[in-house]
């Protein structure tokens, strides 16, 4: 029986702007992706039984509702495999924080089992698999920075030219994305001033370019209710961040730093028992996290 490692990476949104409801309930939205240094570890080892789920975090669930669950269970369906697996979840990153991580969990899910059942799924094929997962998981297959249009799962990958530093903050919220999606007032974000995703994207991306895309059409309903939204954001800045936003539907906040010290030093001013702090790096090459580490 074969067991796989793998390192499943946060991610976080740059910018992100809601262009309008579709038919099928969801919205069609403009983001920029970028993966970041916060990782959950997951392990995945053949067996010739059915599909467990075993976690140190109590908060996720362990059964069919798992996103790691769906997709070990819909690659079996595709491809015919009667073989089983044991997925273990070492959870860092928070839950339901617009992170990704339940996003990210499944999509190296799909590689994992793609390896080890010996599968040899093209990218292609694991792609069409993740859009049924979810609209970030296609994103974790695909590149460390992206822009997402239609539901967030139509990509174009775009190039890292600089490192830079982020400082998460998690206000132990567990935030529902429907339920933000669904109080978002629409005519609202439109009259707000537009992320300039164009120019970023043409300008290669570099740190200097990023705070002129750092705005969130979501991020106005969570402040509403959750006012450490916004005192995050500001003590953030007041740190020295180059800027701070909200990631996703929340709660984590995020500050962004050209170098480790400063982001370093921010860390260190910024600790609080009302939040968690984590101190990453932006990602620039999917080459250090997968495939993982092998285990025969």
């Known amino acids: 029986m074969k067991t796989i490692k793998i390192k499943s990476p946060a991610k976080i949104n740059l910018g992100l702007k809601v262009v309008g409801k579709r038919s099928d309930g969801y919205h069609n939205i403009e983001t920029i992706f970028q993966m970041v240094s916060l990782y959950d570890d997951i392990t995945l080892t053949e067996s010739d039984g059915g599909i467990t789920l075993y976690s140190n975090n109590k908060n996720i669930p362990l059964n069919e509702k798992n996103l790691a669950y769906k997709a070990a269970y819909l690659l079996r369906e595709r491809s015919g495999v009667k073989k089983g697996v044991k997925i273990e979840i070492d959870k860092n990153i928070p839950v339901s924080a617009g992170l990704g991580g339940g996003s990210s969990n499944a999509a190296v899910t799909l590689l994992g089992l793609n390896y080890i059942w010996g599968l040899k799924f093209s990218k292609k094929e694991l792609l069409s698999i993740a859009r049924l997962l979810g ?17 967030g799962d139509e990509l174009q990958i775009l190039p890292v030219t600089n490192k830079f530093y982020v400082i998460l903050l998690n206000p132990w919220l567990s935030i529902s994305t429907e339920w933000v ?3 978002l007032k629409l005519k609202l974000t439109k009259e707000r001033k537009n992320i300039n995703i164009k120019k970023f994207i043409s300008k290669k ?14 991020e106005s309903v969570v ?10 954001k500001e003590l953030l800045l007041s ?41 990453t790096e932006a990602l620039t090459g999917l080459d250090k996290i997968y495939p993982g580490e092998v285990i025969v």
């Open 135 to 151: 609209a970030d998981v296609p994103f974790f297959l695909s590149g460390v920075r992206a822009l997402g249009t239609g539901r």
């Open 181 to 183: 999606y669904k109080n």
């Open 205 to 218: 991306g570099a740190i200097g370019d990023i705070r002129d895309i750092l705005s969130n059409d979501l």
């Open 223 to 232: 402040m509403e209710k959750y006012d450490v939204i916004g005192r995050m």
């Open 239 to 279: 740190a020295g961040a180059y800027g701070s936003l909200m990631s996703g539907s929340g709660s984590t906040v995020f500050g962004i730093f050209k170098d480790y010290s400063s982001a370093k030093q921010a860390g260190e001013m910024l600790k609080r028992e009302e939040w968690s702090l984590f101190l």
